[in-house]
């Protein structure tokens, strides 16, 4: 079955950096886009990026833009997020997402998520 | 950029049928998904494209969508149902995609 696995979470001074990490298991990677998504505590939903199956095609939140790098290791089936400059509001729960295999862009499968605290 | 309007809070009565809508202007006219979030879980898609349903989600759940208004239908509510629901648009103009604030399903 498909298994998103996060890591890397933590508390972090503003102006500091974190990598998350997703370890995807039960579905052939590689021919999937994939997406963070994010939460901060007792809020909505947010897109932060994605990445498409090749690496080829990258979106960034402008919330997020010129700050995060998300990549991707298809041998090693894994999704990563580095963030740099981190602020106060960059604080929430960072989930992985598997988008579906349609153009519309559904969130097909979520990792547990991996909490980002931000705060001095 | 897109607004997408949801209730904060709907309430049913177990057995009867809950209905979430998700507005936005010609919301009929773009592709909609709703994902369900019970308490400390990650959130897990129930209705894809306005009304399919992924395997292994009850029949209970349906979708649909016209006009300005997209609404989830949880038909014989259970106690487990009671979670906040999202619903999610994608359209060219909103890539890749816009969140609804959120509904808080309550089960009396």
């Known amino acids: 079955q498909v298994q998103l696995v996060e890591s890397g979470g933590g508390l972090v001074k503003p102006g500091g950096s974190l990598r998350l990490s997703c370890a995807a298991s039960?579905?052939?990677?590689?021919?999937?886009?994939m997406s963070w998504i994010r939460q901060a505590p007792g809020k909505g939903l947010e897109w932060v990026s994605y990445?498409?199956?090749?690496?080829?095609?990258?979106y960034y939140a402008d919330s997020v833009k010129g700050r995060f790098t998300i990549s991707r290791d298809n041998a090693e089936n894994s999704l990563y997020l580095q963030m740099n400059s981190l602020r106060a509001e960059d604080t929430a729960v960072y989930y992985c997402?598997?988008?579906?295999?349609?153009?519309?862009?559904?969130?097909?499968?979520w990792g547990q998520g991996t909490l980002v605290t931000v705060s001095s | 950029s897109y607004v997408l309007t949801q209730p904060p809070s709907v309430s049913v009565a177990p057995g009867k049928t809950a209905r979430i809508t998700c507005g936005g202007n010609?919301?009929?006219?773009?592709?909609v998904h709703w994902y369900q979030q019970k308490p400390g879980q990650a959130p897990v898609l129930v209705i894809y494209?306005?009304?399919d349903r992924p395997s292994g989600i009850p029949e209970r759940f349906s979708g649909s969508n016209s006009g300005n208004t997209a609404t989830l239908t949880i038909s014989r509510v259970e106690a487990g149902d009671e979670a906040d629901y999202f619903c999610q648009v994608y359209d060219i103009s909103d890539h890749p995609g816009v969140f609804g604030g959120g509904t808080k399903l309550t089960v009396l």
């Open positions: 997402a598997r988008q579906g295999s349609g153009s519309g862009y559904d969130l097909e499968y």
């Open positions: 010609n919301i009929g006219g773009k592709s």
């Open positions: 494209y306005d009304s």
């Open positions: 990445i498409s199956s090749s690496g080829s095609t990258i």
């Open positions: 039960g579905f052939t990677f590689s021919d999937y886009y």
